[in-house]
Structures are given as C-alpha cells and as structure tokens.
C-alpha cells in the first residue's frame, strides 16, 4: 500500500509534463522578404544591414535578404512584386509613376540632397556657365542634362557647348581625363576625393536651386503589398527604422557593420563616410525617413515641365509617410 502514493506521484508527474510540452508554443517561420538596393552596398544602405545584424528584422518575423540588382532594375522588380521593397530615387520613382508602374517611396533614406557637381579644382568650373566648353561625365541620365541645361539658362550659360560623354560611371578613372565635370554623391564619392588629397571644386544640387533638394535615395515598395499585406510594411520600416536610428547614433559601430557584410569595402573609407551620412539622415527632418508633400510636388512640376515626364503624377500616390513608426 506504501508505493501507491509514489506511483501516483510519478504518473502525476508525467501529466503534468505532458500537458506542459503541449502547451509549448512553436515559434512562428520567418517571413522571407527582399530588399533589392539600387546599387554595390555603401553607407546609403548602413542602417538595412544594421537591421539585419542587429536581429531587428528577425524581432518582427522578418527574414531579409538583401541583393544587388543584377541587370534587372530595382523598380521593375518591386513593381512586379518579385522584391518587396528596393531602394531607388525620387526622380525615378517620379518616372515610373508616370509610366504606370506602382511603386511607392515609403521612407527618405537622406533628408536632403548630399549630391553634386565635382571637377578638379584647376578647370576653375564655379558656378554653371562655367560648364561652357567643358565635358560631361554622364550615366546615361536624360534627367541629369536637363538639370544641367536649366541651371546654364539661369546662369546665363550656352548649354550646347558643352560636350555630353555617355557611358561614364567611374569618377576617379576619369575625372579631369574622359570628362571635366561629374554628378557624384558628395558622401561618398567626395568624402573618398578628400582622403585621397585630390582638389575639388564641388557645386551641391540644392545650394544651386531649392527644386533640386529632393529625396535621393528612398525605400520603395509596391501599392499591391500596401493594400495586402500593410503589417509587413509596417514591421519591415519599423526594424528599418531602428537601423537607421542606430547609425544615426553609433556611426562608428555601424560602420564596422557595413564592412563586416560588404567586406570589399575600404574600412577607413566607410567610417569617414558613414560620419558623414548619419549627421544627414534626419538632418532637420521630424524623424528619419520622413518625406514633404511639397518636395515631392514641386520636383514632379519641374519634371513635367521639362518634358521628363509625359503627364504629371498624382503626388499623394507616390509616397507615404504612413508607415514610419509613430514617435513616442
């Protein structure tokens, strides 16, 4: 009769664990996402990969996978919904928008406009009439000239003498050899221009005319994941969010987070850059990543003004703010 009550108690027991094992919650699978960049990775991009490292997308049920675009371009494939969000540019999502593809810019990596007109020092190339007789290093951007075209007319300048080089991408190959004057972005290219000890003149887009100063890049996405799926996009900017934050911060550690993913980069470069760059994330902005219903019209104007666009865009369409973590 003794062991009775010590059966009972191992029989117990053993309910008792039973029920307990079933009661376990299974976590939940990482919802695989991606996240196509508009080009190599650079400091641009810091606070993608800090999200990423930093477990903040995994803190929200996301798996990120964070690609190059490859030949394919970045908005045609968040337009096709082949990649859920992608980083790309005011002017092209402008662009698109008018061409019917249905993205939408939900976040401004970079409060203003940090890109530039740069040439040697020695070419003497100051204000926009200077550009008269000198080459052109360009891209292939037909919005690029028409900038260029619109500043010599306000500075009095001749637009046809200068000399477009197509097809360069590549400033410190060619600068002052294949062309005289390029675009470049100053926190990058122009931090890398002043390590290396070069003299260069720069002229920043938005100190030469106010409509210039628009949001280079942005985080896009695409109207059918917004109306579908809206919890993704609001976990995805929130964890995005908090990697931006952080690099805005931390520059210094996120830096070495930069490099730890993209270890072809130059470390010393990265971490002068991304000084830079988390001082002009938020910049004067309410919060990082917010954009202005005015910069977004304004510049759409002056594109279909100049004939970039063939007829002008619903603005409210093109970009929300609806998605950035609400400030506490």
Same mark, same amino acid.
């Given at each position: 009769?003794?062991?009775?009550?010590?059966?009972?108690l &191992?029989?117990?027991?053993?309910?008792?664990?039973?029920?307990g094992c079933?009661?376990k919650k299974?976590p939940?699978?990482?919802?695989k996402?991606?996240?196509t960049l508009d080009? +190599?990775?650079?400091?641009?991009?810091?606070?993608l990969?800090?999200?990423?490292d930093?477990g903040?997308?995994k #803190?929200?049920?996301?798996?990120?996978? &964070?690609?190059? !675009?490859?030949e394919s371009?970045t908005l045609?494939?968040?337009?096709a919904?082949?990649?859920e969000?992608g980083i790309?540019?005011q002017?092209d999502v402008?662009t698109?928008?008018?061409n019917? &593809?249905?993205v939408v810019?939900i976040?401004?990596v970079?409060?203003h406009n940090t890109?530039?007109?740069?040439?040697?020092?020695?070419?003497?190339i100051k +204000? !926009?009439?200077d550009? #008269?007789?000198?080459?052109?290093?360009?891209?292939?951007s037909?919005?690029a000239t $028409?900038i260029?075209?619109?500043?010599? /007319?306000k500075d009095?300048?001749?637009?046809?003498?200068?000399e477009?080089v197509?097809?360069i991408? #590549?400033?410190?190959?060619t600068i002052g050899?294949d062309a005289d004057?390029e675009?470049i972005y100053?926190?990058?290219?122009g931090? $890398?221009a002043?390590r290396?000890?070069?003299?260069?003149?720069?002229?920043?887009?938005?100190?030469?005319?106010?409509?210039?100063?628009?949001y280079t890049p942005v985080?896009?996405?695409?109207?059918m994941?917004?109306?579908?799926?809206?919890?993704?996009?609001?976990r995805f900017?929130? *964890?995005?969010? $908090?990697g931006?934050q952080?690099?805005?911060?931390?520059?210094d550690?996120?830096a070495q987070i930069l490099?730890?993913h *993209?270890p /072809?980069?130059?470390p010393q470069?990265v971490k002068?850059s991304q000084?830079?760059?988390?001082?002009e994330?938020?910049?004067d902005?309410p919060q990082?990543?917010?954009?202005?219903?005015?910069v977004?019209q304004?510049?759409a104007?002056?594109?279909?003004?100049?004939?970039?666009i063939?007829?002008?865009i619903e603005?409210?369409k093109?970009f929300?703010?609806q998605?950035?973590?609400q400030?506490?």
């Amino acid at each position: 009769m003794k062991r009775i009550p010590l059966l009972f108690l &191992i029989f117990s027991i053993m309910i008792l664990s039973i029920f307990g094992c079933a009661k376990k919650k299974v976590p939940a699978p990482l919802q695989k996402v991606i996240v196509t960049l508009d080009w +190599t990775p650079n400091t641009n991009h810091t606070g993608l990969y800090v999200a990423q490292d930093k477990g903040f997308y995994k #803190e929200e049920g996301l798996d990120v996978q &964070i690609v190059q !675009p490859g030949e394919s371009m970045t908005l045609q494939l968040v337009g096709a919904g082949k990649s859920e969000f992608g980083i790309s540019y005011q002017e092209d999502v402008t662009t698109a928008r008018s061409n019917e &593809i249905p993205v939408v810019s939900i976040a401004a990596v970079i409060q203003h406009n940090t890109s530039a007109f740069a040439s040697l020092k020695k070419d003497k190339i100051k +204000t !926009p009439k200077d550009f #008269e007789g000198k080459r052109y290093g360009d891209w292939g951007s037909p919005t690029a000239t $028409e900038i260029i075209r619109a500043l010599m /007319e306000k500075d009095k300048g001749n637009f046809s003498k200068v000399e477009i080089v197509s097809g360069i991408t #590549e400033f410190f190959h060619t600068i002052g050899k294949d062309a005289d004057f390029e675009w470049i972005y100053y926190g990058w290219d122009g931090i $890398e221009a002043k390590r290396r000890g070069m003299d260069i003149n720069y002229m920043m887009l938005k100190d030469l005319d106010p409509i210039f100063d628009y949001y280079t890049p942005v985080i896009v996405t695409n109207e059918m994941t917004i109306n579908n799926n809206p919890e993704l996009v609001k976990r995805f900017m929130k *964890a995005t969010a $908090e990697g931006y934050q952080f690099a805005i911060q931390h520059p210094d550690d996120a830096a070495q987070i930069l490099v730890k993913h *993209a270890p /072809e980069l130059d470390p010393q470069l990265v971490k002068l850059s991304q000084e830079y760059l988390s001082k002009e994330y938020q910049s004067d902005a309410p919060q990082w990543g917010y954009q202005k219903m005015s910069v977004w019209q304004n510049y759409a104007q002056w594109m279909y003004d100049h004939r970039l666009i063939h007829e002008m865009i619903e603005i409210h369409k093109a970009f929300t703010n609806q998605f950035l973590p609400q400030k506490s």
